[in-house]
């Protein structure tokens, strides 16, 4: 039987780790549970980032979070970037390394994205032995997240659900479920997140990313930029009971505002924690609209470069 979270702690409520907060949480010292970096933001650096990082990883634990292993692409994989993760790893000790199921690029180019594979049974072998090689090369299980989506494939013939499911078996890996993608694509593709919750692997799930997103009227996009919404909180409720509770992170990438307001944006899931053996309160209707907002919309993906500026 696969343990639940793989074996991993439950390290509590976390945030990411952003610039525009080194100096209040060096100098604060916030009573934040974890910490979440984006590896991509610290794998080459020997300055004040890094020195920030060592600082943060001796008092809090960490977690590494990438946005470049392209786990589905058609392209070999990039060995020499795997060897600098691992070194990273190896610096920080992470608690655990973890990406996202997705292709960021093709030929060597990377397109800064995120961008959706097909779910069926050719993508699903390809996916799972590059995620054993990967598995084997850093020594350690890898943890892979749903991203958020804005089309999909005639050749897909599974649910996105049932290929994280058999991906997670197969690989013998885990998931990151974050329940604001969960949601965002749900509504883009018109198909029941609650039944997505429902059918993914829960023993295997060791962390939970939650967010905000922007409503486009026809479409949502995955923005990171304000305040997680009620429907979302939902289903997070839902996700705690049934995984029983795992490492959850609030995402805020843009638009970021004090590190207390975002401190305090996590801790709300306390909120959805208690009462188990209660049933979530699914919507009976979809919710209203969200009037969209009227800025240009940023994707994380082109916020992580400036980072790493």
């Not at 209040?24 to 980032?49: C, H, M, T």
């Not at 050719?122 to 089309?151: G, K, M």
């Not at 967010?211 to 026809?218: D, F, K, P």
């Amino acid at each position: 039987m696969v343990p639940q979270r793989l074996g991993y702690e439950n390290l509590g409520l976390g945030v990411g780790l952003r610039t525009a907060h080194f100096n209040y949480i060096l100098e604060e010292k916030p009573a934040v549970d974890w910490f979440e970096i984006i590896s991509e933001n610290f794998i080459d650096s020997q300055g004040r980032p890094r020195w920030v990082l060592e600082q943060i990883a001796e008092r809090y634990p960490v977690v590494m979070h990438g946005v470049s292993l392209s786990i589905g692409t058609t392209d070999p994989l990039n060995f020499d970037y795997l060897a600098r993760l691992k070194r990273l790893a190896e610096a920080v000790q992470p608690r655990w390394i973890s990406d996202h199921l997705c292709w960021t690029g093709v030929l060597g180019l990377n397109a800064h994205d995120l961008l959706p594979v097909p779910l069926n049974e050719e993508t699903l072998r390809h996916v799972v032995e590059r995620i054993r090689v990967v598995q084997d090369f850093l020594e350690r299980p890898l943890i892979l997240e749903n991203p958020s989506s804005y089309v999909t494939f005639a050749s897909s013939t599974m649910s996105e659900w049932e290929f994280l499911t058999r991906m997670a078996e197969e690989a013998d890996c885990g998931l990151l479920l974050d329940v604001n993608n969960v949601y965002v694509s749900s509504v883009n593709h018109d198909f029941d997140p609650w039944e997505y919750l429902e059918n993914v692997p829960h023993r295997r799930i060791v962390q939970c990313h939650l967010a905000g997103h922007t409503n486009r009227e026809t479409h949502l996009i995955d923005t990171h930029d304000n305040h997680v919404i009620d429907p979302v909180w939902e289903l997070y409720r839902r996700a705690h009971q049934l995984t029983g509770g795992v490492s959850t992170l609030l995402e805020w990438d843009a638009k970021i505002p004090p590190f207390p307001v975002v401190h305090a944006e996590v801790l709300k899931a306390r909120q959805y924690m208690s009462a188990e053996d209660l049933p979530a309160r699914r919507p009976a209707t979809p919710p209203p609209p969200i009037q969209p907002s009227a800025d240009a919309v940023p994707h994380p993906l082109h916020l992580v470069a400036a980072e790493v500026q």
